[in-house]
C-alpha cells in the first residue's frame, strides 16, 4: 500500500520539486491544487482529502491575505490567492486535529501558525530594516544563504542533529506571532523565526527555508535529507 502525501498548491504546476523529494523519499504524491474547484467545494470535500492522505506537505508560494490575522495589507503583498488560503488553512487545521504529520515549506509555516491564531510579518524589510540579513532570491534568482540557530533538545535538532546550520532563503514574509501549540525552534541572526514545531505531536515541523531545493546543493543537502526522511518515516507511522 503506497504511502499518500497530500501537498496543496494554487495551480498544479511547477511542482517538481516537492513531489520528485517525496517520491525519491518513498511517498506517492497527491495534488491538492486550490484553483480545480471553488472554495466550497474545497471546502466540503477537506474532510475526505484527509483520510486520503497519511502526511500533509505545504509548500511555498504567494502571500497569505493578511486579514487572515486582522491586519490591513501591506503594500508590497502580492500574489494572493483567496482559494488557496481557504484549503490551506482549513486543511491544516484538520489535519492537525486528525494527527496527520504536517510539514510546512515558507509560505507552508506561515500557513501552519495563522491557521493556528498566529500572525505575519508582511514584509520583513519594513520591519527590520537594515537589521535584517538579505532573505530573498538574489538578482540572477538563486536563494540567499545564511546561518539558523536551532533551539537544543527541539524534535528539528533531534532530526538534524545539529544546533546551528546553514540553510537557503528566499522570502520577503515571516511568521511574527505564533500559532496556539507551537515553539519557536530555529531563527536566524536577525531574529527572523526559521522554524516552529508542535512538540506534542509526532511530527508537525514548519520551515522558513526551501529544503526541496537544498536538495541540490551539495553543502546543504544532508540537513534536507534528514527532514524529508523523518516527515516519510513519521508519516508511516500513522
Known sequence: MSLKIGITCKKNVRM????DAIVNFGGDPIIFASLEKSIPEHLA??????????GLLLPGGGDIDSTHFFQERHPEVNNVSRSRDALELRLC???LKANIPVFGICRGVQVMSVAMGGSLYQDIE??????????KVDEYGEDS?????????SRLSEIVNEHQTLVNSAHHQAVDAIGEEFVVTARSEDGIIEAIENPSKRFVIGVQYHPERMLKKPELRQHAEKLFEAFIHAAKQR
Open 16 to 19: 517538481e520539486n516537492y513531489t
Open 45 to 54: 470535500s477537506i474532510p475526505k482529502y484527509v483520510e486520503k492522505i497519511d
Open 93 to 95: 487545521q484538520k489535519a
Open 126 to 135: 519594513a520591519v527590520y530594516s537594515r537589521e535584517a540579513l538579505d532573505h
Open 145 to 153: 544563504q545564511h546561518q539558523i540557530e536551532i533551539k537544543p533538545y
